[in-house]
């Protein structure tokens, strides 16, 4: 068993920064992919972005791509989302998820076994 705990939402202003936190509970997080996603009230939840066990092969959601990046350290089994320039439809509740290995597409939610409790980001306009 996997625990994640975000951490790092709060509310800012449209153009602001912020950078998200995923702590894991087990040394082997460094093993897994990792991955973002949001949920906005009514929508369902979607692919933000994810990171390979090497740390170098990324994946990112077009909304997001060139403003967000994410990162990992595997010596302190936590992956980050580095959010720029936030807007305000990247409001939603930010989970970070890790999978044992992809299945078939790194930006399904099915491939994820392991979910965070979630961080709420809200942009202010």
């Known amino acids: 068993q996997v625990q994640l705990v975000e951490s790092g939402g709060g509310l800012v202003q449209a153009g602001d920064s912020l950078r998200l936190s995923c702590a894991a509970s087990?040394?082997?997080?460094?093993?897994?992919?990792v991955g973002w996603f949001r949920q906005a009230p009514g929508k369902e939840r979607e692919f933000v972005a994810a990171?390979?066990?090497?740390?170098?092969?990324?994946s990112y959601a077009d909304s997001v791509k060139g403003r967000f990046t994410i990162s990992r350290d595997n010596g302190k089994n936590a992956v980050y989302l580095q959010m720029n320039s936030l807007k305000p439809e990247d409001t939603a509740v930010y989970y970070c998820?890790?999978?044992?290995?992809?299945?078939?597409?790194?930006?399904?939610?099915?491939?994820?076994?392991?979910w965070g409790q979630g961080t709420q980001v809200t942009v202010a306009s």
């Open positions: 087990t040394r082997t997080f460094s093993t897994y992919v």
């Open positions: 998820a890790s999978a044992v290995r992809i299945r078939v597409a790194i930006t399904s939610r099915s491939e994820y076994e392991y």
């Open positions: 990171i390979r066990w090497n740390g170098i092969t990324t």
